[in-house]
C-alpha cells in the first residue's frame, strides 16, 4: 500500500487504468477467497492450506507447496518487508553507502547483490536480529499485532483526510476516463500491473480457514468474505486515489526509477514537507517491523510441521529450551537474508505472487475435485457462484503464471526453480526416512 503504486505507474501509465488494476485485482481476490472457503469448510478440522493439499492431492504435492513456502512464499515476504523498513530508515537518516565500488557487479548478468548494499545490508540485520529474538522465545502478544494495525489504519486515515483537503492542484493526468478505450493499455500489461495489487491483497486466503468454526457458516462466512474484501478495496482505492491527486504520473514513474524512493513518503512530502516524511516513514517503519516479525514467527511453523511428519529436514522438527523451532526459524532467517541479496523490492514481490498464485489455482481447484470425491461430505458452506466463480478464478491463476513468465521472465524463472528444486529433495527425504525405518524394523 505504500509502495506499488510506482511500479503500476511505470506499467500502466494512466491512473484510471492505475484504479481498474486496484478494481479487477480486488473481484479476483474475493472469487479465491469465496472458492477458498468451501475448501476451508469442509476441511477445517484437518488444518491449514497445506493439509488441505494433501487431502486433495497427496502428500508430494502438498510437500511442494511447504518447500515452496520455505524458498520463496514466506521467506520472500520477510525479505520484502525488511526491504521497505530499510528504505524508510534511509529516508529518515540517510544510511551511509557500503561497498559503493561494487554497486554493479553481479552473477551471472542477473543478480546484483551488492546494489543498494546499504538498504540491503539493514534489511538482512534486521531479520537476523528478529529472528534471534524469537528463537529465545521472546513473545510480542496478540496486543502487539492489534496496536500495529491500529497505526497502519490511523496512518492511512491521516494521509487519506490531509492529502484530500490539501488544498494541492491535481495532476493534469489524473483520472482522465478516455484512456480507457484509448486502448494503450495491454491485457500483459494489466495483468502485469495486477502484481502489485494482489501483493496489497495478500493474506486473503486465510479468511476461509475458520469455516468449520463459524456458527451458520452458510450465511456467516460469505457475508464476513464478502464485507472484509469490499472493506480492503474501498481502502486501498482510497488510499491510491490520494497518491494519484498529489502525484502525477511522471513523477510516480520517476519514483519507480529511482528504487529505493516510496510513493507514500513523496506524497506526503508534497503537502507536509520534512515533518511529513518524517510521520510517514515512521509509521512504515512502526507497520512494517510488526510485520516483519510476525512472519518470522508464523512462518517457520509449517516447516515444523513438515519435519514432524516426515516431510522436511529431521533437524527442523525440534524445539529448543525454549520450546521454540529454533532451527526453523535459523534457517528461515538465514535463506531471507540471502533473498534479500537476490533483487529488488518488487522483484522479491513478483516472484511470491508468481509462486503462491500456483498454489491458490490448487486450491481452488479442489472445489472440483472434492465434490466428485466427496459428493455427500457435509458443507458448512458452498461457494456463490459455483461453477462460474471458481472456473473464473482457475483460470485468471492460469493467465497470471504464464503472463509472468512472459512479462517477468527472471522473477518467474527464479520462483520456479526454486519450487522444482523441490522435487529432488522429496525424494532424497522419502529415501532417507525409508532407510531409517528399515533399520529399525
Known sequence: ???????????LHSSVWILAAWIVGGIITLF??????????????????FVYLKKIYNRFFAFLYGWSLFTVIQTA??????????????????LPEVLPSLQHFSIGGVFL????????????????????????GLKTGAGASRAVMFTVFAGLFLIVFFGLTSGNARPDDFMKFNELAAGTVSLSSFF??????????QGWVSVGFIGGEVKDAKRTLPKGIVIGTLLVI??????????LTLLS??????????????????????????SGVLFISLLILITTLGCTNASILTGARPYYAMAREKLFFSGIGKLNKTNVPGNSLLWQGIWASILVLSGTFDQLTDMIIFAVFIFYGATTLGVFILRRKMPDAHRPYKVWGYPVVPAIFILFCIGLFVNTIVARPREAAIGMILILLGIPVYYFLNKKYSKIEEKSQ
Open 234 to 243: 474501498s481502502i486501498y482505492l482510497l488510499v491510491n486515489v490520494t497518491y
Open 249 to 274: 504520473i511522471p513523477q510516480l514513474e520517476q519514483i519507480h526509477a529511482a528504487g529505493n524512493q516510496i510513493a507514500a513518503v513523496e506524497a506526503v512530502r508534497s503537502f507536509w514537507g520534512t
Open 32 to 49: 479465491g477467497a469465496l472458492s477458498n472457503a468451501e475448501v476451508a469448510g469442509l476441511l477445517a478440522d484437518t488444518g491449514g492450506e
Open 192 to 201: 502485469t500491473a495486477m502484481l502489485g495489487a494482489f501483493w496489497a491483497y
Open 1 to 11: 500500500m505504500y509502495k506499488k503504486i510506482a511500479p503500476m505507474a511505470a506499467e
Open 113 to 136: 547483490p551488492f546494489q543498494d548494499f546499504n538498504v540491503k545490508l539493514t534489511a538482512i540485520l534486521l531479520i537476523l536480529l528478529l529472528t534471534g529474538l524469537n528463537i529465545t
Open 77 to 94: 515476504t520477510i525479505s520484502s518487508l525488511a526491504y521497505i523498513f530499510a528504505q524508510s530508515l534511509n529516508s529518515i537518516v540517510h
